[in-house]
């Protein structure tokens, strides 16, 4: 398990060091900035709505900052031929997954933490953010950026390419998000199925002040399953070839 | 040390390698030989736990590569074609990432990586950004890692393609040193590299062995089909060739050129020694000078092309 922290701090130094990490960052901050300017500055919004909106923002945010630090995660190795290296050392395929997916979530936290939690700072300095939705939908932010990056990392592991594999993530949330937006035009058991798919729901109860069991259970299971499917396409690679 | 049991690997339903048996033993310098798709690189990517086979097994000592992968990898360095490494690391922090994946000791990963830096001659390079480096210093790198932990088993995919002639050199140098403390397992394709730095040769031919030779055997078999080149002067064409001929009744002259000093002959001597030895001793004589005189070069096409 020692190989799992080498291979996140390798993670982290290769972040640090190149302009991947303004890139995400800044960028994340730049959108959440023109998000909230363009949500929030109307003479209509009340403290709570500003909140509210400001985390759906954050949503959207979250999710494109995620996928693009994801698409690479794995795809590259393949692509460099560094997963030769990793393929042909002392290492398991949950220890590679597992080292990618720490860095991922820790990234995932500073920009909840340092770059979201700018906006909300302001929001409950000058705005009076209720703190109840701030802290709710910080973890929802939470959630959601690690559910993306193992989709992420998923389409990564097999995708040929960074863009195919932006595009397999980009179609795995849009299935799930598609699938609870139409959930209405079906009975009662398959619609109560499908909407517990749509992942932008369970986020709207975190950026409203609640923190529900059934949402939390979901993002924890939906990050296993696919990190799960990532462990197993690496698997099979030593299969295929 | 190393025993190959009838390793057979598909891709989809196509057989890249058939029933592969081969032994490797410690402190020897294998060459493994085919043409491009003969199945070289996934026979060593199943030696190095990359690929499992379809079927077959390998044994190192007297354990299945298979059942403890992780134990096995641990012995085996490997050097891919394109050596694994990434751009936006120092070469110094690279290996000490790669040490802290082969699980050598916080304690002893300073000294192992100047080590194997001062073995690859890349001590100056050592802060150097992996992305600024030539394909030479790669290569490098590639050894330098694949030597970390000092692994009973080297294994490099092609170390010579792309290099230029002063860092072939230094790579042939490099493998030779590696010579009796590891055991040494290298493909290629261009058989007159490994000439000089094997002890033994493994033929690959659409993905079966087809020879396994000593460097006493390969002299012998290449010998049988290798021409020899002349260039003489002093009489016409037509000359020179009767007078060749006369040395060797079974001489076949396979080529005469025209050239700036001369005429170059391509021949094929049933008896090689004999006749160099009558040519030198009749030149004078026959009032001929001889400009040059050497063995071509065999290719591995065509030792494939004469004997599959």
Request: proline residues 3%; contains cysteine.
């Amino acid at each position: 398990m020692q190989n799992i922290k080498w291979i996140y701090f390798k993670e982290l130094k290769v972040f640090f060091q190149t302009f991947m990490a303004p890139l995400i960052l800044g960028g994340t901050a730049f959108l959440n900035a023109l998000f909230v300017l363009i949500s929030n500055f109307n003479e209509r919004a009340t403290h709570e709505d500003a909140t509210i909106i400001t985390f759906i923002s954050f949503m959207s945010t979250i999710i494109v900052a995620m996928m693009i630090l994801s698409m690479g995660s794995i795809v590259e190795e393949k692509t460099k031929g560094t997963m030769e290296l990793l393929y042909t050392s002392p290492i398991t395929d949950l220890e590679i997954v597992m080292g990618k997916f720490l860095f991922g979530i820790t990234i995932c936290l500073i920009i909840t933490v340092f770059v979201n939690g700018l906006f909300p700072i302001l929001l409950y300095t000058y705005w009076k953010a209720p703190f109840y939705l701030v802290a709710s939908g910080s973890i929802g932010v939470f959630l959601l950026g690690s559910f993306t990056y193992s989709v992420g990392m998923f389409g990564s592991s097999i995708g040929k390419n960074q863009m195919i594999s932006l595009l397999i993530s980009v179609v795995i949330v849009m299935t799930l998000w598609v699938l609870g937006f139409f959930s209405h035009l079906f009975e009662s058991k398959t619609r109560s199925i499908l909407f517990h798919l749509h992942i932008f729901s369970h986020f709207f109860s975190f950026s409203k002040g609640v923190l529900p069991f059934k949402s939390i259970v979901f993002f924890l299971s939906g990050i296993f399953t696919f990190l799960f499917l990532t462990i197993k396409s690496l698997e099979s690679r030593r299969w295929i070839g | 040390m190393i025993e190959v049991k009838n390793l057979t690997k598909y891709y989809d339903q196509i057989p890249a390698i058939r029933n592969l048996s081969f032994k490797l033993q410690k402190g020897e310098i294998v060459g493994l030989l085919g043409l491009n798709g003969s199945g070289k690189t996934t026979t060593l990517r199943i030696l190095t736990g990359f690929l499992i086979p379809s079927e077959g097994d390998i044994l190192i000592g007297n354990t299945s590569h298979f059942s403890d992968p992780i134990e096995s990898k641990r012995m085996i360095g490997y050097l891919p074609e394109t050596p694994p490494l990434y751009e936006d690391l120092r070469i110094e922090d690279y290996l000490i990432y790669v040490a802290h994946l082969k699980g050598i000791s916080e304690s002893e990963i300073n000294g192992e990586v100047t080590r194997v830096l001062e073995k690859t001659n890349l001590l100056e390079k050592r802060k150097t950004l992996i992305g600024h480096i030539s394909l030479g210093y790669r290569k490098r790198t590639g050894i330098a890692q694949a030597l970390l932990g000092n692994p009973p088993i080297v294994v490099m995919d092609e170390p010579i393609s792309g290099l230029d002639p002063k860092q072939i050199l230094d790579m042939r140098n490099l493998i030779k040193g590696l010579k009796g403390e590891h055991t040494v397992f290298i493909s290629s394709h261009i058989l007159s590299e490994l000439q000089k730095t094997c002890d033994r040769f493994l033929f690959l031919h659409q993905g079966e062995l087809k020879f396994d030779l000593t460097r006493e055997a390969l002299d012998a078999e290449l010998s049988k089909f290798s021409l020899l080149e002349i260039n003489l002067e002093g009489k016409s064409k037509e000359a020179i060739s009767s007078y060749l001929k006369s040395l060797d009744a079974k001489l076949e002259i396979k080529s005469a050129e025209e050239d700036s000093m001369g005429f170059t002959f391509t021949l094929k001597s049933s008896s090689e020694k004999e006749f160099r030895n009558k040519l030198i001793d009749t030149l004078k004589k026959e009032g001929l000078m001889l400009n040059t005189l050497k063995r071509q070069e065999v290719t591995l096409e065509q030792m494939f092309l004469t004997n599959m």
